[in-house]
């Protein structure tokens, strides 16, 4: 059975590649399905990242292409085999485990599902100009910026996670807008007090985002009162979404569990998923932290789990 990879790592994030530096060094040979559509691109979302400076590592700073890069020479280095496309379908009812992109048929004694999560985005006319320029779906990641600070900030949305990143942000903005298109935050009690008593955050109740304002960088915000029709612009120097995300999990519907929200569920203090010798790792299970190191730390996890499995069942040469 030479033709049976040992371990298959679908996605090639911080989870993905950390999994393949560990199972190549574990004499593993593992391929991997870098795959380009599902996640955005090959790499995951910090390709779409500008500077990340909350990676350990880098005192400086890192573009997140070039954080990247750096993983994926260190995976080739091992010897990781990848490939630039997206599995298409993946049957785990058989043994070894089938996968399928437009170019092949991979099968698998084991495999890693690090396919991510894609935030979710208005869709608003300068959308793709402004992305990076001021635009973006993380808070965490990108609000501790230079051009943020002492700036008005806003975020979109109404949830925990939009409460959450405008308390983040108001330790750096001058003043944060809340926009949510309701007249009451879908944010849990606690959270919605926070919110509420914040001297530096400001709602902006049955209101949506028309539009960002702006040449090259965010200069202000579109909005409309979806009740009174009025339109109005506030100035600000950055917009976050924080609306959620899809996890890329489609392929895998009805055959894996899935929690409603479609993250992959796994065993409680495990990387396992529901079937045996499958495991998941980063943020297609991680809906809390969704960070590089938290992605990585899990797909380290997943890779020693997949070892060890492999051994115990007996399967690796």
């Known amino acids: 059975m030479s033709d049976v990879k040992n371990v298959v790592i679908v996605g090639s994030g911080p989870a993905g590649h950390t999994a393949a530096i560990y199972s190549a060094r574990a004499n593993l040979s593992p391929f991997m399905f870098e795959g380009y559509v599902m996640g955005g691109s090959a790499g995951g979302q910090l390709t779409t990242t500008t500077e990340v400076e909350n990676y350990p590592g880098f005192p400086e700073g890192v573009e997140g292409p070039e954080l990247m890069q750096l993983f994926r020479k260190q995976s080739e280095r091992f010897g990781t085999e990848m490939v630039q496309e997206d599995v298409i379908s993946a049957d785990f009812s058989q043994r070894p485990f089938v996968l399928k992109s437009e170019n092949r048929e991979v099968k698998a004694h084991s495999v890693i599902i690090s396919t991510g999560a894609t935030a979710k985005r208005m869709g608003v006319p300068s959308e793709e100009k402004m992305w990076n320029n001021g635009m973006s779906a993380c808070a965490v990641c990108d609000g501790a910026l230079p051009m943020f600070r002492n700036q008005p900030l806003m975020v979109i949305g109404g949830g925990d996670t939009a409460v959450e990143e405008a308390t983040y942000l108001a330790k750096f903005g001058s003043v944060v807008y809340l926009v949510h298109r309701r007249d009451e935050l879908r944010a849990s009690k606690i959270m919605q007090e926070r919110a509420l008593k914040h001297p530096k955050l400001e709602i902006l109740w049955d209101t949506v985002l028309e539009d960002a304002v702006g040449e090259d960088y965010v200069t202000g915000a579109s909005l409309k009162n979806i009740k009174t029709?009025?339109?109005?612009?506030?100035?600000?120097?950055?917009?976050?979404?924080?609306?959620?995300?899809?996890?890329?999990?489609?392929?895998?519907?009805?055959?894996?569990?899935?929690?409603?929200?479609?993250?992959?569920?796994?065993?409680?203090?495990?990387?396992?998923?529901?079937?045996?010798?499958?495991?998941?790792?980063?943020?297609?299970?991680?809906?809390?932290?969704?960070?590089?190191?938290?992605?990585a730390g899990t797909g380290c996890a997943a890779s020693l789990e997949a070892e060890r499995w492999l051994a115990e069942q007996g399967l690796t040469e």
């Open 229 to 295: 029709e009025e339109a109005r612009q506030v100035d600000v120097a950055g917009i976050f979404y924080a609306i959620g995300h899809t996890p890329n999990t489609s392929i895998f519907n009805g055959q894996l569990d899935l929690d409603d929200a479609g993250y992959i569920k796994l065993k409680l203090g495990t990387q396992e998923t529901n079937i045996e010798g499958v495991f998941a790792a980063g943020d297609v299970h991680d809906h809390k932290y969704r960070q590089a190191i938290t992605a």
